[in-house]
């Protein structure tokens, strides 16, 4: 069964303060990293074939109803690790 992963980040001209919260964390366990941006990864399950068609209808569903546009972004669409497809997103 095919898997389309969709990353949603928060846009970059906003505040992260989950981000924050983890980078904090970090460096009082004395991590390098200095900054963090949390976002959501969606993994969409689907009967029929891998190509063109279903990455424009996941995009379409991301940008619709995965997605706050006023604070998110849609930042990849892609196939699962494993699927092959001649299809960029």
Do not use: C, W, Y
């Not at 992963?5 to 505040?15: C, R, S």
């Not at 390098?32 to 959501?40: A, D, E, I, P, Y």
């Amino acid at each position: 069964m095919p898997i389309i992963v969709v990353e949603v980040m928060p846009k970059a001209e906003l505040l992260d303060p989950q981000g924050k919260a983890v980078a904090g964390a970090l460096a009082r366990r004395g991590s390098s990293f200095t900054n963090v941006r949390l976002g959501k990864r969606f993994e969409l399950s689907f009967e029929g074939t891998a190509d063109d068609a279903a990455l424009v209808e996941a995009r379409e569903l991301a940008e619709q109803m995965l997605s706050n546009s006023v604070i998110e972004d849609v930042v990849s669409v892609h196939f699962a690790a494993g699927v092959s497809s001649g299809a960029v997103a």
